[in-house]
Structures are given as structure tokens and as C-alpha cells.
């Protein structure tokens, strides 16, 4: 599913619904997603429907997508996103804590870092 919603194929709704499924399984039917309880308003008719043409069209015959609800067994696109933009997050800040003229600003003038106030590159 990651390389399905980082693709852009999928926009809007469908994309967040993409972003919180699972993988659970595909075997002779459906595929199977798991969704959390929390996330299961998102897995209305029509966005089941549109995930089932994108699916259909990218792997070259019919998909159909059966959503469970239950405590997703895999990691989700959209926890798995939020984990890597906190690693890229706390390197940002650590490299910029550690560049030698900010620890000569610090030091010096008594400069701080504030918190919040480092972002990524690619952000």
C-alpha cells in the first residue's frame, strides 16, 4: 500500500484511506485490509470502490478490496510516514545542533535553539 499512495495515483479521500489500511493478506478473493477501529469511517462504498479501480488498473486484472476492522497487523502508510518524518525530524535537529558556528553562536553569545524551530530539507 506504501508504494500505491506514494505513487500520487491516489488523491483525497481514497488516498487517507489508503494511508491508514494494512496489508493482511490476498489469497484465491479479496485482497484484505485492516483498518484500526478509529479509522473505520473512512471505508465508504464509493472510496472501497475507487481503491478497487486504481488497484484493478495497476496490477492488470480485477482487485477487490475487503476491508477488517481490527488492530492492523502490519504498519500502516500513514504510521510508517509519521516514524520516518520524526527520524528526519530529530537528525535535522541534531546535525544543526552539532554544525560547529551554531555550537560558536551558542557558546559565544549564548545563543539558543529554539525547540520546533529546525525543519528537514525536504519538508
Do not use: C, Y
Amino acid at each position: 500500500m506504501r508504494e500505491l499512495v506514494a505513487s500520487g495515483e491516489l488523491k483525497g479521500p481514497v488516498k487517507v484511506l489508503a494511508e491508514h489500511a494494512a496489508f493482511l493478506g490476498h489469497a484465491d478473493g479479496p485482497l484484505r485490509l485492516a483498518l484500526a477501529p478509529e479509522q473505520e469511517h473512512l471505508k465508504s462504498p464509493r472510496l472501497v470502490l475507487q481503491l478497487d479501480d486504481v488497484l484493478s488498473q495497476r496490477l492488470g486484472g480485477p482487485v477487490h478490496v475487503r476491508f477488517e476492522v481490527v488492530a492492523a497487523r502490519g504498519e500502516t502508510a500513514q504510521a510508517r510516514n509519521a516514524r520516518e518524518r520524526d527520524v528526519r525530524q530529530a537528525d535535522a535537529e541534531t546535525g544543526f545542533a552539532a554544525d560547529p558556528a551554531i555550537q560558536r553562536l551558542v557558546q559565544a553569545h549564548g545563543a539558543q535553539i529554539l525547540p520546533d524551530s529546525i525543519r528537514p530539507l525536504d519538508t
